[in-house]
Nanobody
Framework: QVQLVESGGGLVQAGGSLRLSCAAS????????MGWFRQAPGKERESVGE????????YYANSVKGRFTISRDNAKNTVYLQMNSLKPEDTAVYYC???????????WGQGTQVTVSS
């Protein structure tokens, strides 16, 4: 089992930055691929990016590539989403997720709101 708690959301002006954190509890964090997702009002949830446990490789959606960075600290059981050059269209609830022994992400946090004003 993995429990995930996001933090760091808030209101920021366009062009600003935020760093989201996702703290995980449970012994399997180090074995988990970790992803960030977001869901804007009236839209489907979409992938923002992910970091692969085995290689440390990161992958990003085209819409955030070059602006967002995912990192993880296994010693702290935490994954981060650094968001720079934020745009109003980045406004959404952001979720972190863990994939452990599955093809799909099977553990989810409760989400944190990010609002970017123009």
């Amino acid at each position: 089992q993995v429990q995930l708690v996001e933090s760091g959301g808030g209101l920021v002006q366009a062009g600003g930055s935020l760093r989201l954190s996702c703290a995980a509890s449970g012994r399997t964090f180090s074995a988990a691929d970790m992803g960030w997702f977001r869901q804007a009002p009236g839209k489907e949830r979409e992938s923002v990016g992910e970091i692969i446990r085995s290689s440390g490789a990161t992958y990003y959606a085209n819409s955030v590539k070059g602006r967002f960075t995912i990192s993880r600290d296994n010693a702290k059981n935490t994954v981060y989403l650094q968001m720079n050059s934020l745009k109003p269209e980045d406004t959404a609830v952001y979720y972190c997720a863990a994939r452990v022994g599955a093809l799909r992400y099977n553990y989810w946090g409760q989400g944190t709101q990010v609002t970017v004003s123009s």
